[in-house]
């Protein structure tokens, strides 16, 4: 179960994690132009709900909200990098910790020329291993905009559930206009049992 001791261990130094294709780590100042070409593309932030980054000096700014929510431990932000050690091609994260209820949310992105490839699919799973095992997290869940069917398949191929759906509840500031929101969750059970 999550506890202090699990989050400290959690949080002791930055975890990274590793799959057949994939090294995730912390993200980084050296970071600052290949996530700012991430997350400028309007592809990438589309189903985001916000604008996309409006220059390199507010993705430095972001990466250090990164640290600071590392630091208070508030949030897991990885970068998603190919192995042994290409370029950021993604994030991974884990936010939105409730430890009193043994929770958190996960989220993503990844470079559009990264897409179809199943890259993301590893990423998620190893991510999710560690939340489950390390963390003793008991649920995770994933909020997405209904239209983002990839998003929806990979939560669904890797065992989440849909368990709400709340109707034009976010105002999208880009395309001025209020969005669905779809609710999934996993269960450490079931992601056992899969």
């Given at each position: ?69 590392f630091d208070t431990r ?28 043994y929770r958190a949310e996960?989220?993503?992105?990844l470079s559009p020329a ?81």
């Open positions: 179960m999550i506890h202090s001791d699990a989050l400290a261990a959690a949080f002791a130094r930055f975890p990274t994690l590793t799959t057949d294709r994939c090294l995730l780590r912390a993200i980084t100042p050296a970071d600052t132009a290949a996530l700012f070409e991430l997350e400028s593309d309007p592809q990438v932030t589309r189903y985001l709900g916000r604008a996309p980054m409006p220059s390199l000096e507010a993705t430095a700014r972001r990466i250090e909200s990164f640290r600071t929510q508030q949030a897991l932000q990885w970068g998603v990098v190919p192995r042994p050690d290409g370029p950021l091609i993604g994030t991974c994260v884990f936010w939105h910790l409730r430890p009193a209820h996960i989220g993503y992105m990264w897409w179809g490839q199943g890259v993301m699919s590893e990423v998620v799973a190893a991510v999710l291993d560690f939340g489950f095992a390390t963390m003793g997290l008991h649920s995770v869940d994933a909020q997405i905009d209904p239209a983002n069917a990839a998003s929806r398949r990979l939560l669904e191929k890797l065992g989440f559930v849909q368990e709400a759906y709340f109707r034009e509840d976010y105002f999208h500031p880009v395309e001025q206009r209020f969005t669905d929101t779809a609710i999934f969750s996993l269960l450490v059970s079931g992601w056992r049992a899969r």
